[in-house]
Nanobody, 116 residues
Framework: QVQLVESGGGLVQPGGSLRLSCAAS????????MTWYRQVPGKQREWIAE????????NYANSVKGRFTISRDNAKNTVTLQMNSLKPDDTAVYYC?????????WGQGTQVTVSS
């Protein structure tokens, strides 16, 4: 069955870095665009970064541009979000999503907490 499993979240001090990974299985990963979102309790889920199926195109929300980098390895069926210069406002549950046409698959999320 389709699975997206995020990992790499945790507690980090402001200014620190974390690397999130999303491992995919059960579908042809290289056919799907991949997106990272985040969500704070009581707020809408926020789109933060996306990468095309071939990794040629990447886009970022203004809130993370220059600090976060999305990448993918189609041989390993993984997408990664490198997060640098983290701020308390980056605290959220981070989700990955796979998309192709009408198909959308979500992971279960991983918590990132930025606090001193």
């Amino acid at each position: 069955q389709v699975q997206l499993v995020e990992s790499g979240g945790g507690l980090v001090q402001p200014g620190g870095s974390l690397r999130l990974s999303c491992a995919a299985s059960g579908f042809t990963f290289s056919d799907y665009g991949m997106t990272w979102y985040r969500q704070v309790p009581g707020k809408q889920r926020e789109w933060i970064a996306e990468i095309s199926s071939s990794a040629v195109i990447t886009n970022y929300a203004n809130s993370v541009k220059g600090r976060f980098t999305i990448s993918r390895d189609n041989a390993k069926n993984t997408v990664t979000l490198q997060m640098n210069s983290l701020k308390p406002d980056d605290t959220a549950v981070y989700y990955c999503k796979a998309s192709r046409a009408q198909d959308n698959f979500w992971g279960q999320g991983t918590q990132v907490t930025v606090s001193s």
